[in-house]
């Protein structure tokens, strides 16, 4: 049974550059949401993905974006990279948008330079 | 004020102790709810859901009290391995957003 996967697992951009990262849900499950989380801080809810739409959105600027692909793997999009995106980008999948628990890839780890 | 507020701690407790986190959510319309433990530079990982009438796993204890907007968890018998840090979840289904406290970091000491 393959749990939730991302790729890359480390990454090093410098201010001002364009990153993508990868998501495949838990096996059965149909939803993705993406999280940031900074050091010493909860995840920050940044969006939810399901039936390939954004469905929510957590306060976040236009710069992050994401799609959702039919086989309901996501990505996660990051424009004009400042310091402070630097962060572990988490993903997580569940079973439907509403009530069911999520459960969370091992991440990506960004370091803007 | 935060959405969700958890005492950050840290608690420092030795192996055998019964410990107990609190978390408070203030938005009335969340519906679901869920501890997780995060261990250090790794994912959350779900420890349990949490249900109205209260709920046991073993050790692990959960109780809601959706009138005060309170949520707690309380470990019997800590062990070693209990220590992580401890996140409390509040989610709105019809929003389809779950929102993070920021976690209760526990050490459990032999």
């Known amino acids: 049974d393959a749990g939730v996967t991302q790729s890359p697992t480390h990454l090093i951009k410098t201010r001002g550059q364009q990153v993508t990262l990868r998501c495949s849900p838990k096996?059965?499950?149909?939803?993705v949401s993406w999280y940031q989380q900074a050091l010493g801080q909860g995840p920050q809810f940044i969006f939810q993905?399901?039936?390939?739409?954004?469905?929510q959105r957590g306060n976040f600027p236009d710069r992050f974006s994401g799609h959702q692909f039919p086989n309901y793997s996501s990505e996660l999009n990051v424009n004009a990279l400042l310091l402070g995106d630097s962060a572990l980008y988490l993903c997580?999948?569940?079973?439907?948008?509403?009530?069911?628990?999520?459960?969370f890839g091992d991440g990506t780890r960004l370091s803007i330079l | 004020r935060k959405e969700v507020e958890q005492d950050p701690g840290p608690f420092n407790v030795p192996e055998g102790a019964t410990v107990a986190f609190n978390c408070t959510y203030s938005?009335?319309?969340?519906?679901?709810f869920f501890w997780y433990r995060q261990d250090c530079r790794k994912e959350p990982k779900l420890l349990m859901s949490?249900?109205?009438s209260g709920n046991e796993d073993g050790r692990f204890t959960a109780q809601l009290n959706r009138a005060s907007q309170y949520i707690s968890l309380l470990i019997r018998d800590s062990k070693l391995s209990d220590s992580a840090t401890y996140l409390c979840?509040?989610?709105?289904?019809?929003?389809?957003?779950?929102?993070f406290g920021d976690g209760t970091t526990l050490t459990v000491k032999p």
């Open positions: 997580a999948s569940s079973l439907g948008p509403g009530e069911q628990p999520q459960h």
């Open positions: 096996s059965g499950h149909d939803t």
């Open positions: 993905y399901y039936e390939e739409e954004e469905r």
């Open positions: 938005n009335s319309a969340s519906q679901s």
């Open positions: 949490v249900y109205s």
């Open positions: 979840v509040v989610k709105n289904t019809n929003a389809g957003k779950s929102t």
